[in-house]
C-alpha cells in the first residue's frame, strides 16, 4: 500500500534536516526510473540495429551486451520494487544510483573509455542522487563517480586497452560531477524550502477557514451568503434558528417572499439596505445587505437579527440607572412601610374599632403587604448575581423541581404533567436561575392558567439545537395588544400582581444565553417557551 502522502521522508541517513514529502519523493524516483529503461532500451536496441553506433561495444562488445541487457533487467525488477513499494524509498533511491555509477562505467570502458563520452551520462545519476537523496549522500556519489572512472582509466593504462588515456578528462569529469551534486542538492533543498512554506500557508490557510467557519456557524447572528440570482450558497446555525427553517433553503424567496424582494430593491437602490420580516410566530427580524465582492464574482451578505433583542438591549441600558435610582427610593420607602404596617397592625388590634375601621386595617395591611412585594422584587432585581452555569439534565431536574414546588406550596402533584421525548437533553445554565424562572412560571400557570380545566402541562423539547421548556396552561389567551407587553417592567393586568416576575424571568434567562418567549398553541392555549442553550452547542455572542 502506498505510504502517507503528507509524511516527509529523509533518504539520507547522513544528512540532519533535510526532507523531501513523501509523494514527491515518489514521484521524482519514477521519473528516473523512466529515464533509466528509456536508456537501457536504446543500448539494446542500438546494439542489435544495423546502423548502431560505431562506439556502443567497439573495445568489448560481449561487455557491453551484458551489462546492457543486465541493465534493463535491473530496471524493470526496480520498476516493480518501486510500483509495488517492496523496499523504502531511500533503499530504492540509493540503488538506482549505486548500479547506474557501476553499469555505466563498464559500458563506457567497453566502448571505449573515457573518450567514448558516455562518462558524461554519469552526470545525470549524479544530479538525480542529489534530488533524490541528497546531503552528503550526494556528494558521497560525486566522489564514487569520481573514483570509478579514474579507477577505470587506471585499469585502461595498465592494461593497455586504449592507445591513449587522458587523465585530465577524468580529473575534468570528476569535478564536473562535484559541482553537479552539489547544485543539484542546493536546487533540491530550495525546492523543500519552497514546498515546505507553500504546505505551511496552505495549514495555515485551511485553519483560518476552519476557524472562520467556525465562528460563523456559532454567531447568535443569522448570516446568510447569496449570489445576484439571490441562490443561497450558505448559511449559518443562528440564520436557521432565526427564520424557523430546519434545512438550508434554495433562495432567498424560500424564507420570505418580502426579504427576496428587499433584497431587489437593495440592488437597484444601495441606500435601501435593510428590511424587516414579520415571522408566522410574531417575531420580528431585522435584515440588513452588504456586498461581498471576490475576485471572480460578486456575493452578498444578509445579516439576521432578532429586533426584540436589539430593542432589549435598549431597553436595558435604559433601565440602568433607572434600577438604580428605584433601589435606592425602595430602601428609603421600606422604613416608613414598616412604621405604617406596625401602625396598621396595631390599630387592629384595638377592640373598641367599629367593623369599617377593622376593615380600613386590612386594606392598611394588605396594601402594605403588596407594597413590601414590590420592593423585594426590585431589590433582587438591583442585585442581580453573574450567572454560574453548567449541564444539566432537564427531565431529571424538573422531576426534582415539581416534587419540591409541590411541597412547598402545598399544590397537588396532579395538576402537573411533564412529558419529554429523550431522557439526555441537557441545558447549559446557572441552575438557581432556572429554579427562579420556573417559578414565576408556575406560579402564573396556577394562578391564570383554569386547573379545573385541565392540567398545567410542561414538555420539554430540541429547537433548531435549542434545548426548550414549555409551561402550557388552559387559561385566557392573551390579546395581540398585552402580547408586546407581557415582558416590560410593572406591566400587569392583575390588581394584585407586581409586573415584575416574568421581566425578572427574561432578564435571568438572557442572563444564561436563553431566550424566554410567549405563544399560543394551535388549540389556543398560552405557552412560554425557555430556549436553553444546548450543552454541546456553545454560542460565541458577538
Known amino acids: ?36 529503461l528509456i536508456l537501457a532500451g536504446l543500448f539494446v536496441v542500438l546494439f542489435y540495429s544495423d546502423t548502431r553506433s560505431s562506439l556502443l561495444g567497439s573495445y568489448d562488445s560481449e561487455l557491453f551486451i551484458y551489462c546492457s541487457e543486465g541493465y534493463l533487467v535491473l530496471s524493470i525488477l526496480s520498476a516493480i ?24 562505467t563498464l559500458i563506457m570502458h567497453a566502448s571505449g573509455g573515457i573518450n567514448s563520452g558516455i562518462g558524461t551520462l554519469l552526470a545525470v545519476s549524479i544530479a538525480a542522487g542529489g534530488l533524490l537523496i541528497g546531503g552528503r549522500c550526494a556528494m558521497f556519489f560525486a566522489a564514487l563517480a569520481s573514483l570509478s572512472v579514474l579507477a577505470e582509466q587506471v585499469f585502461a593504462d595498465y592494461s593497455h586497452s586504449f592507445d591513449s588515456n587522458s587523465y585530465v578528462n577524468a580529473g575534468m569529469l570528476g569535478a564536473s560531477f562535484f559541482t553537479i551534486a552539489l547544485l543539484s542538492y542546493i536546487l533540491a533543498k530550495r525546492s523543500e ?14 485553519k483560518l477557514e476552519d476557524l472562520n467557519k467556525y465562528i460563523i456557524q456559532h454567531l447568535q447572528s443569522g448570516i446568510i451568503i447569496a449570489n445576484k440570482q439571490q441562490a443561497i450558497q450558505m448559511a449559518n446555525e443562528a440564520a436557521l434558528k432565526l427564520a424557523n427553517l430546519t434545512t438550508l433553503p434554495v433562495s ?24 424587516l420580516l414579520q415571522l408566522p410566530d410574531q417575531s420580528e427580524i431585522h435584515c440588513r445587505f452588504i456586498p461581498l465582492p471576490t475576485g471572480h464574482e460578486v456575493f452578498y451578505m444578509i445579516i439576521l437579527e432578532d429586533i426584540a433583542l436589539y430593542n432589549q438591549h435598549v431597553q436595558q441600558s435604559k433601565l440602568v440607572s433607572l ?26 388590634e384595638n377592640p373598641l374599632l367599629s367593623v369599617q375601621d377593622k376593615r380600613l386595617t386590612e386594606i392598611i395591611q394588605n396594601h402594605s403587604v403588596r407594597v413590601n412585594h414590590i420592593i423585594e422584587d426590585i431589590l433582587q432585581l438591583s442585585r442581580r448575581t453573574d450567572s454560574r452555569r453548567e449541564k444539566i439534565y432537564l427531565q431529571s431536574w424538573l422531576d426534582n423541581y415539581l416534587r419540591n414546588f409541590c411541597l412547598e406550596n402545598s399544590v397537588n402533584a396532579e395538576i402537573f404533567r411533564l412529558s419529554c421525548p429523550t431522557e439526555s437533553l441537557g441545558a447549559f445554565i446557572d ?24 392540567q398545567i402541562y410542561f414538555r420539554l423539547s430540541e429547537l433548531q439545537q435549542s434545548s426548550c421548556i414549555e409551561v402550557i396552561d388552559n387559561g385566557e389567551v392573551i390579546s395581540r395588544e398585552h402580547q408586546g407587553h407581557l415582558f416590560e417592567p410593572f406591566f400587569t393586568t392583575s ?18 444565553q436563553a431566550k424566554l418567549s410567549y405563544y399560543f398553541t394551535d388549540d389556543n392555549h398560552n405557552c412560554f417557551r425557555l430556549c436553553l442553550m444546548n450543552a454541546e452547542q456553545p454560542l460565541i455572542d458577538l
Not at 513499494?85 to 555505466?104: C, E, P
Not at 427576496?260 to 435601501?272: A, I, K, M, P, R
Not at 414598616?338 to 387592629?348: V, Y
Request: glycine share 8%; hydrophobic share 40%; charged share 15%.
Open 1 to 36: 500500500m502506498p505510504p502517507n502522502t503528507s509524511e516527509t521522508i529523509f533518504p539520507c541517513p547522513f544528512s540532519k534536516g533535510y526532507g523531501i514529502p513523501a509523494k514527491q519523493a515518489w514521484q521524482l524516483l519514477k521519473v528516473f526510473l523512466g529515464y533509466r
Open 81 to 104: 520494487s518501486i510500483f509495488w513499494r517492496l523496499t523504502s524509498y531511500a533503499t530504492q533511491a540509493q540503488l538506482l544510483i549505486f548500479t547506474d555509477i557501476l553499469i555505466l
Open 193 to 206: 524550502q519552497i514546498f515546505q512554506l507553500a504546505d505551511q500557508q496552505q495549514q495555515t490557510i485551511t
Open 252 to 275: 432567498l424567496g424560500d424564507i420570505s417572499e418580502y426579504l427576496s424582494l428587499g433584497f431587489q430593491v437593495w440592488l437597484t437602490d444601495s441606500e435601501q439596505n435593510f428590511v
Open 323 to 348: 434600577g438604580r435610582l428605584t433601589a435606592s427610593i425602595a430602601h428609603e420607602i421600606r422604613n416608613p412601610l414598616g412604621a405604617i404596617s406596625h401602625a396598621g397592625q396595631l390599630l387592629s
Open 431 to 454: 441552575p438557581g436561575h432556572l429554579k427562579q424562572i420556573m417559578d414565576n412560571l408556575c406560579r402564573n400557570a396556577l394562578k391564570y392558567g383554569k386547573t379545573e380545566v385541565g
Open 495 to 512: 390588581v394584585s400582581g407586581t409586573g415584575l416576575g416574568l421581566y425578572i424571568s427574561k432578564e435571568l434567562a438572557e442572563l444564561n
